[in-house]
């Protein structure tokens, strides 16, 4: 992974390695420190009604609380602030990573001015017990908040370098200092703000061109409502996606290629099994793209070229309403485990889908 577009050399980061480095720092904290008593207490904003963090936050007394110990950082002493990094568990690092996701939409909805102490919860974070690279994805939430709200970015910068450990503090000021594209949320984090209507929030995004004149996402959660409805949860939408080859013929065939390639844009829908239906829902992979053309030929056109619905890598059903293309994929992702649905059962989804499309677009 290339942490920074413009860096040279651009370093590159194995998987797991880093999460596998932090475990272990992790595990010696707590051996140097058996007596720490967390001062979160182990509270995680699952033990409240706490909302979606990119969509639909909830004040909740976690908030409250963080806000409070991040007071208390500030006002102390050298001595006193590195104590309270190391009372903070692991799980809790990523809980105030969490705050930062939440205090961003929170701000962008003027609805109360934790953002501005966003900064400093990831001055409070041991860099070397969590991965790093979910910090930068909250100092992009948190950076774009910020300069979305117009305040004295960089002192408050200043400030969390100042109150950080050296790590972190070098992190922060890294990040800082990069230009503004380099650390656009798009591209640090992976999402893009979307007027939901609850307000300003975010929504993953897959880094390809958008230049929909349709409502997809829109089109994407009232189809993702009716799958909750079903065997299905979880649900998850991207927007800016490219929809991969190998779900409508393969990878290299150049003619579908070529049709997918005039698409203006593509949305997906992810979605897992709930528990009572499938034990390893993990396992159970469901996934809905949306692919808007400019003209319907074209968008026939590739479902022509297609041909057949049924399909020996997943049961999968497509269609065309009007300019927009579909698929419905479902198949299993573990070597030697049935897959959940089959092209007969999967047509139950048929009619809800294209109603959706036909009422929203």
């Given at each position: 992974?290339?942490?920074?577009?413009?860096?040279?050399?651009?370093?590159?980061?194995?998987?797991?390695?880093?999460?596998?480095?932090?475990?272990?720092?992790?595990?010696?904290?707590?051996?140097?420190?058996?007596?720490?008593?967390?001062?979160?207490?182990?509270?995680?904003?699952?033990?409240?009604?706490?909302?979606?963090?990119?969509?639909?936050?909830?004040?909740?007394?976690?908030?409250?609380?963080?806000?409070?110990?991040?007071?208390?950082?500030?006002?102390?002493?050298?001595?006193?602030?590195?104590?309270?990094?190391?009372?903070?568990?692991?799980?809790?690092?990523?809980?105030?990573?969490?705050?930062?996701?939440?205090?961003?939409?929170?701000?962008?909805?003027?609805?109360?001015?934790?953002?501005?102490?966003?900064?400093?919860?990831?001055?409070?974070?041991?860099?070397?017990?969590?991965?790093?690279?979910?910090?930068?994805v909250a100092l992009g939430f948190?950076?774009?908040?910020?300069?979305?709200?117009?305040?004295?970015?960089?002192?408050?910068?200043?400030?969390?370098?100042?109150?950080?450990?050296?790590?972190?503090?070098?992190?922060?000021?890294?990040?800082?200092?990069?230009?503004?594209?380099?650390?656009?949320?798009?591209?640090?984090?992976?999402?893009?703000?979307?007027?939901?209507?609850?307000?300003?929030?975010?929504?993953?995004?897959?880094?390809?061109?958008?230049?929909?004149?349709?409502?997809?996402?829109?089109?994407?959660?009232?189809?993702?409502?009716?799958?909750?409805?079903?065997?299905?949860?979880?649900?998850?939408?991207?927007?800016?996606?490219?929809?991969?080859?190998?779900w409508v013929g393969g990878d290299?065939?150049?003619?579908?290629?070529?049709?997918?390639?005039?698409?203006?844009?593509?949305?997906?829908?992810?979605?897992?099994?709930?528990?009572?239906?499938?034990?390893?829902?993990?396992?159970?992979?469901?996934?809905?793209?949306?692919?808007?053309?400019?003209?319907?030929?074209?968008?026939?056109?590739?479902?022509?070229?297609?041909?057949?619905?049924?399909?020996?890598?997943?049961?999968?059903?497509?269609?065309?309403?009007?300019?927009?293309?579909?698929?419905?994929?479902?198949?299993?992702?573990?070597?030697?485990?049935?897959?959940?649905?089959?092209?007969?059962?999967?047509?139950?989804?048929?009619?809800?889908?294209?109603?959706?499309?036909?009422?929203?677009?």
């Open positions: 992974m290339n942490l920074w577009e413009d860096d040279d050399p651009k370093e590159e980061y194995a998987l797991g390695q880093e999460w596998g480095e932090a475990n272990e720092k992790e595990a010696a904290r707590k051996k140097a420190i058996a007596d720490a008593k967390s001062p979160l207490k182990g509270i995680t904003y699952a033990d409240f009604d706490s909302g979606s963090p990119i969509r639909n936050p909830k004040e909740t007394e976690l908030d409250q609380a963080i806000i409070e110990l991040i007071g208390q950082y500030k006002m102390g002493g050298d001595k006193a602030r590195e104590a309270l990094r190391n009372s903070l568990t692991q799980e809790d690092l990523y809980t105030l990573m969490s705050f930062c996701w939440r205090a961003t939409v929170f701000g962008l909805r003027g609805v109360n001015d934790h953002i501005l102490s966003a900064l400093i919860a990831l001055a409070m974070i041991d860099k070397e017990r969590c991965d790093f690279r979910d910090v930068i948190v950076n774009h908040g910020l300069n979305k709200i117009e305040v004295a970015v960089d002192a408050l910068y200043e400030e969390a370098i100042q109150l950080a450990a050296p790590p972190m503090g070098e992190l922060i000021r890294g990040f800082h200092q990069k230009n503004p594209s380099a650390k656009s949320i798009e591209k640090i984090s992976g999402y893009t703000p979307y007027d939901y209507e609850e307000g300003i929030g975010f929504i993953r995004y897959g880094y390809a061109t958008r230049m929909s004149k349709l409502n997809l996402p829109a089109i994407a959660f009232a189809i993702g409502k009716h799958i909750e409805t079903d065997k299905y949860g979880h649900v998850d939408i991207t927007v800016g996606e490219n929809m991969p080859p190998i290299k065939d150049e003619h579908i290629q070529a049709a997918l390639n005039k698409a203006m844009t593509t949305v997906s829908l992810h979605a897992y099994s709930r528990e009572e239906f499938v034990e390893d829902w993990l396992s159970q992979m469901f996934l809905l793209y949306l692919v808007e053309f400019k003209q319907t030929e074209e968008a026939n056109s590739l479902m022509k070229m297609i041909g057949r619905e049924k399909f020996d890598k997943a049961a999968r059903v497509f269609g065309v309403v009007d300019k927009v293309f579909y698929i419905l994929i479902q198949r299993s992702t573990k070597m030697g485990e049935k897959d959940f649905e089959t092209y007969e059962s999967l047509q139950r989804f048929r009619g809800p889908i294209e109603l959706l499309i036909d009422i929203k677009k």
